[in-house]
């Protein structure tokens, strides 16, 4: 009964997509005056309730493991413990397509609640485009992946889920990253309603911002998470492998960071229109292309978990509808829409642009390494694009735009000059240069990661000199944003050269008491003993671990077998200090009876993510900022009518 | 008319059209070795059971081409494969066989109830030679011609199918 009801919730709301549609077309075609206009909005509200309680519905069946429910016999357990039994319900094909229709159904409703600042024309067409994209998955999602299909007979026990997924950090992981994929939906819904309008304007800009901001902070926080979740989980010791479902996630964010500055240039200054415009359609496009890339299975990764062409031709099939659509739209009339403001290259938006071409150029050469082994494969050549590509010609652009980034926050908008900022520049440059010469005589360490570290420094700095000379009280939430923001960037580049620069491993085979060392710490292997979980066994190591001869602290790396289904994992140990990780996997058994660990000291190593989840920080004060300065604004202009209603009612 | 305002739509055909080749293409997850076409590395294996000949590298630099097979007493594929190895040596196919992570009492029990089809078995315990030469799996067979190249490599089992190929291959490796 539950699966039924799940299911005819889906069909309704599918139905209310198409509803949002035709009547948001035809209102926009008629003006407005069509009474079908009125349908809109409470159609994109309905269905977001409707779509949320079909989801609501799938994770009760996995709560209770319903094994008459086919997804669940496949991907549950009934002896798996609870919270991954509820994980499980998205970490599967069907399921996470129903969380991903779910978050595009709520942020549908969102709009229609809440966003009253676009004109009622554009407002209509942009609900319209998100019925149009929402239809397309609901079809995906009813007519080839069914969530709640029934098995014939109820089996007796469920098939177990990818013991790998059996984690806390992917119980959330994914849900954060579609919260971002998909919330640039509406991006993407604004961007195709302002060309069928050609409204875009200042006013679009700022009713924009805030949903690419929202999904953008989600996206961040996820790209953040899954780094960490691999670097532990996956027991490899990196935390970036340019894996294609890595880029699949990292595409969107680099589209989006774009979008949010020059939204931020349109919403400002005017300027940049069919620019913007552009990125909302790419942003989202990126969202799309990367998911097709993973499930279609045409590119092998890691994470493919859900291998099927005729699912593969059916997304390829919306894509070419949506993307292909929201393109040929954007060619027929970005024509017509009028220019902007002008501006000179030595101005905020001068250095916002520059940055925008930066992270398109990044956005660019992320798409053609995951593409490329599509292209060569036609060619029946084999290749796989790695940190080779990625990294070099990756820093070609990022570099510039690290340094454009220190000092574009100080310029003023439209004119400027670089004498007037001259003391800032001076000191950005000083400090990245001398970052530069006495890493490069005190250790032998790469280009790349010398740049790094250098900008890194020179960056953390320079990030908050904007907020020099201000009453920090005064400072508006947004400013202190972009600042937390840039600082993250910083940290994390910071991080990040530090791992690649200073990283010391070391492999060992040890019998019990036997003794190793990597960087300043001695290591002991205490013991190998075995223990037992819910749903597995381990050989678990208890190792100590002396800091420079200090106190021993105990790491316990654990080798994993699951027995539904069988499979082996290792459970790396960690162990953080102020200044970086010590990193330990147990492997297996030697034939002489000795254990063989890999070790790593990863100095600064943490800084990558705590940079990540300050710019994630630094989206959500300026997601706060912006929304306050909103509904001040309303108020405002509420008391402004009311008193204009009263001087006019008095004379 | 802006002709670039038409780019990203072009270049998002392109995108399409790669994608839609290559759905349609049949999934082929053999990975075919880099050694095909280069001579065999240098390698010198004892023999795999008692009574047996070991290999070595050499030994194909005769001008005579040979078979070599990769494969295993605990491989199941390979007891399917065995009539057809045995096909092959009465068609006059000279085969070598690397017996990979085994045990000669295996080895021996192996060949006494499937045939034996080889004229020299060598031992490789830690996969040496399997991996040098560019094979993922067992079974696996190489086509070597006379002067010790390798000329075709055959990923999985032999089937009946394949017999006439190899036959093929081998004549085509006289030339």
């Known amino acids: 009964m539950i699966a039924e009801l799940g299911l005819a919730a889906l069909w309704l709301a599918a139905a209310l997509a198409a509803t949002q549609m035709v009547a948001g077309f035809l209102a926009v075609r008629d003006n407005g005056t069509s009474e079908l206009a009125k349908l809109i909005r409470p159609a994109a509200i309905t269905q977001g309730v409707l779509v949320a309680f079909s989801f609501a519905m799938l994770v009760w069946l996995f709560a209770i493991t319903d094994l008459s429910v086919k997804l669940v016999v496949s991907n549950s357990h009934s002896m798996k413990p609870l919270i991954f039994k509820l994980s499980g319900t998205w970490g599967n094909h069907e399921g996470s397509m129903l969380l991903w229709v779910m978050v595009m159904g709520f942020a549908g409703a969102l709009i229609a609640l809440v966003e009253r600042r676009l004109p009622e024309r554009t407002m209509n067409a942009t609900l319209a485009a998100q019925g149009v994209v929402s239809l397309g998955f609901y079809a995906f999602l009813l007519l080839s992946s069914n969530p709640f299909e029934r098995l014939p007979t109820p089996a007796a026990e469920g098939m177990g889920l990818n013991p790998l997924l059996q984690d806390i950090g992917l119980a959330f992981h994914p849900p954060t990253l579609y919260l971002g994929y998909v919330g640039l939906s509406v991006a993407f819904s604004f961007a195709v309603g302002a060309l069928l309008t050609r409204q875009v304007t200042p006013e679009f800009a700022r009713a924009m911002r805030p949903w690419v901001l929202g999904a953008w902070v989600w996206l961040t926080v996820g790209i953040t998470a899954g780094s960490y979740w691999a670097y532990y989980e996956l027991g490899w010791g990196g935390w970036w492998f340019w894996d294609p479902v890595e880029n699949a ?130 060619f029946d050549v084999r290749v796989s694009v790695g940190p080779p590509y990625f990294n070099p010609v990756g820093a070609i652009f990022a570099i510039p735009m690290l340094i454009v980034m220190g000092v574009g926050p100080l310029l003023r908008w439209r004119q400027d000059r670089l004498d007037r900022i001259g003391k800032e ?105 075995p223990i037992a979980g819910p749903n597995w066994t381990a050989m678990q190591a208890r190792i100590a671990a002396r800091y ?80 306050i300065t909103d509904i001040r604004n309303r108020r405002l202009a509420v008391r402004i009518a009311e008193r204009r209603a009263d001087r006019e009612a008095l004379a | 008319m802006n002709w670039r305002l038409w780019v990203p739509l072009f270049a998002f055909a392109l995108f399409i059209g790669l ?61 399917a494969e065995a009539p057809h190895l045995e096909a092959l040596k009465e068609q006059g196919a000279e085969i070598v066989g690397v017996a990979i992570r085994d045990r000669p009492e295996d080895v021996a029990r192996f060949l006494a109830q499937h045939g034996n089809p080889y004229v020299r078995i060598g031992r490789d315990d830690l996969s040496e030679v399997q991996l040098a030469i560019g094979s993922s799996g067992v079974p696996e067979t190489f086509v070597i011609d006379g002067k010790g190249v390798i000329r075709y490599q055959h990923i999985g089992d032999i089937r009946e199918s394949d017999v006439p190929v190899l036959l093929q291959r081998l004549a085509e490796a006289r030339q």
């Open chain 2, 19 to 79: 994608a839609a080749y290559q759905l349609t293409q049949p999934r082929d997850d053999f990975v075919e070795s880099r050694m095909v076409g280069q001579e065999l590395p240098y390698f010198d294996l004892p023999p795999a059971m008692e009574g047996a000949e070991g290999v070595a590298n050499v030994d194909f630099a005769d001008g005579q081409p040979r078979l070599l097979n990769i494969w295993a007493s605990w491989c199941l594929p390979c007891i």
């Open chain 1, 425 to 529: 520049v001076a000191l950005f440059g000083a400090l990245v240069l001398a970052a530069l010469i006495l890493a490069s005589v005190l250790a032998d360490i790469g280009i790349l990661p010398l740049l790094g570290l250098a900008l890194g420094l020179g960056l953390a700095v320079a990030s908050l000199l904007p907020l020099r000379r201000r009453k920090l009280s005064r400072t508006p939430l947004a400013t202190w944003g972009m600042v937390v923001a840039h600082f993250g960037i910083a940290v994390a580049l910071l991080g990040m050269s530090s791992e690649s620069a200073f990283t010391q491993e070391r492999l060992a085979a040890l019998e019990e008491g036997g003794r190793t060392s990597v960087g300043p710490w001695s290591i002991e292997l205490q013991g190998v003993e």
């Open chain 1, 249 to 378: 996630s990292l595409m969107p964010w680099l589209a989006a960071t774009a979008l949010l500055h020059s939204a931020s240039v349109l919403a400002s200054r005017d300027a940049l229109r069919t620019w913007t415009i552009m990125l909302g359609v790419v942003a989202f496009s990126m969202s799309m292309v990367g998911t097709f890339l993973v499930r279609s299975g045409i590119l092998t990764s890691v994470h493919a978990f859900a291998v099927d062409p005729e699912r593969g031709t059916f997304i390829l099939v919306l894509l070419g509808i949506f993307i292909g659509g929201a393109l040929l739209l954007f060619a027929l009339r970005a024509n017509t829409i009028s220019e902007g403001e002008r501006f000179r290259i030595a101005s905020r938006e001068g250095a916002l642009v520059f940055n925008n071409v930066m992270l398109s150029a990044i956005l660019a050469i992320v798409l053609l390494g995951t593409l490329y082994p599509l292209l060569t494969e036609a």
């Open chain 1, 548 to 627: 420079d001869g200090g106190k021993a602290s105990v790491l316990t790396p654990q080798a994993r077998n699951f027995w539904a289904p069988p499979q082996q994992t290792t459970e790396s140990a960690l162990l953080t200090r102020w200044n970086g990780q010590l990193y330990a996997v147990v492997g297996d058994r030697t034939p002489d009876g000795r254990w063989q660990l890999r070790l790593w000291w990863k100095p600064f190593v943490p800084l990558i993510w705590y940079g990540g989840l300050l710019v994630g920080l630094g989206g959500v004060l300026a997601l706060i900022g912006r929304v």
